[in-house]
């Protein structure tokens, strides 16, 4: 991973180059067939939620039937200590789907304000090479650890039994976090199949060198619902950043690209949510296109 400081001192250099030199990107609204492609992968994030014994029969009611064709791997987590994750393979898609589940808007905004969290460099022994600038929000980081071995077992598996070579990292809330340091973490270990994560209602998770190695490749989308607090928690004033790939729901329900981390236009969470005043936690577990989050178990 030699190369990876460079290009992270290339990001760095760019940043502070100031955005006149950032691409010109507009906002732009996505149409009904790119909102709908993004659906089964809505059902997955919401599957997450539902216990590890009918996930792995995928047999758990409306968030499984959304996806019919979906083979279970592996299962695990017991919604208490360790949250419910779930391992398999979409041959439609064409990829292995990785689910972690979320948590209720209290218990997330539990985490993301009170005192006890802070900034730390990720495990060299679950991420070897990475460089310690690199910074996540502890508790995140506690929690993606307690399943990643066994994630990254059923992972390798599922592409091996289903000869696939892509993997896409579903989650919402606290699993859409999981999910985001899983993107980090899977492709250490696993080389030759592409990755993508798409994640809903995601907390900021880490520091800006963070932010912008999760941003190579952007690979990442993580979609924000209307007026929803948690995307803007913990603050950047605490050195919290998001990667690149907002999607945002608006109140008209349209869905608009916000180019680059954090966007502050009025169209994008930063800017429409500037203090927890003016958000709203009832956004938080959607509706996402009609999925709603947590409820559906
Ligand atoms: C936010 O989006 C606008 C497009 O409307 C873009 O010009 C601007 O550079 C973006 N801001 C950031 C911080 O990337």
């Excluded at 250099?13 to 809505?42: D, E, H, M």
């Excluded at 592409?194 to 995601?202: A, E, H, P």
């Amino acid at each position: 991973m030699a190369h990876l400081p460079v290009v992270l001192l290339a990001l760095a250099s760019f940043a502070t180059a100031g955005p006149a030199l950032r691409p010109r990107q507009a906002i732009t609204s996505l149409s009904a067939a790119q909102i709908a492609a993004y659906k089964p992968y809505t059902f997955y994030a919401a599957a997450g939620y539902c216990e590890p014994a009918t996930t792995l029969a995928w047999d758990c009611g409306a968030n499984c039937e959304a996806n019919p064709g979906f083979q279970p791997v592996a299962s695990g987590g017991d919604g208490d200590a360790t949250q419910f994750w779930f391992v398999g393979a979409d041959t439609k898609l064409g990829t292995v789907i990785v689910s972690h589940q979320g948590t209720d808007p209290s218990q997330i905004l539990a985490l993301v304000t009170d005192s006890d969290f802070f900034l730390d460099s990720l495990s060299p022994t679950l991420f070897p090479g990475l460089s310690s600038s690199i910074e996540v929000h502890n508790g995140f980081a506690n929690e993606q650890a307690k399943t990643a071995p066994q994630v990254l077992a059923a992972v390798q598996t599922a592409l091996s039994q289903f000869s696939l070579k892509k993997v896409t990292i579903v989650g919402h809330s606290l699993g859409g976090a999981i999910s985001l340091i899983d993107s980090v973490y899977l492709p250490l270990h696993i080389t030759g199949v592409t990755f993508q994560t798409i994640v809903y209602g995601l907390p900021r998770v880490g520091n800006q060198a963070f932010a912008d190695y999760a941003s190579i490749g952007s690979t990442v989308t993580h979609i924000n619902n209307k007026e929803d607090i948690v995307p803007i928690l913990p603050g950047m004033f605490l050195g919290f950043h998001h990667p690149t790939g907002e999607i945002h729901i608006q109140d008209s329900l349209a869905w608009d690209t916000c180019p680059g981390e954090d966007n502050e236009s009025d169209l994008c969470s930063t800017g429409d949510v500037p203090n927890i005043f003016e958000g709203d936690e009832s956004d938080h577990d959607g509706p996402y296109d009609s999925v709603l989050m947590a409820s559906s178990c």
